[in-house]
């Protein structure tokens, strides 16, 4: 089987439809040197502004992946997509119904070889995603190994996305977390503004995220993620 091109990626910058962004900025984020752009948001993402943001980064060589957040906004020609699930909730609408909702009109159309599904495990309560699909964010070093268990071995999902949106998160707990993961590719989210805290993502997961710096006048730090990212060796890759 052919591998995955996300399975490369260790910085990723993510882009919301539904934020203005300038052809200035973009065009730094683009050229940055990062892996590739996940476009991708909670709220507001609808087919026209997704077209519209994947039109103005296919400017540019970078990869571009689709995180398909709704049904409506899932638009042809990205080279990747990813199929979130959440999996610390309990509303099983977020684990899989909405998704076999979008399956019943979509299955035959979806370009599977294009298309992973995500493990998410959302752990900031202050994340918009986690009062949307009311996540138990509060889990401890246990309750979060037991979730990996069942994402990486019993459900061999590709992708486990550890998402702290907004904040930054618990390294120690990523950490962990990470170690546990045998087959999935692990992503982390959250917080990253500055080399410091890449650096201390990057050691610990396989795929580093960097979203709401490039949005709140810190595109400098955010650009330097990128670099901080590649130089530092992910301790998964040598367990
Ligand atoms: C959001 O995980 C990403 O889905 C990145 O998080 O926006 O906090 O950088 P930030």
Redesign the pocket.
Known sequence: MQSAIYETWRHVF?LDPDREISDEVLEAVCMSGTDAIIV?GTTGVTYDNTVDLMSRIRRYEVPCALEVSNEESAVPGFDYYFIPMVLNTDRAEWLSGHQVEALRKLGAFIPWDQTAAEGYLILNPDAK?AKLTGAKTDLDAESLAAHLYMADRLMRLPIV?L?????YGDMQLVKRAGKLATGARVF??????SVDKARQAAESVHTV?????LYDHRLEAALSTVQAVKETVCSLLDS
């Open positions: 993510k991708g995603a996305y998402e702290y949106s907004g904040t982390y989210g959250g917080g990253i503004d995220i960097v979203g709401n710096a």
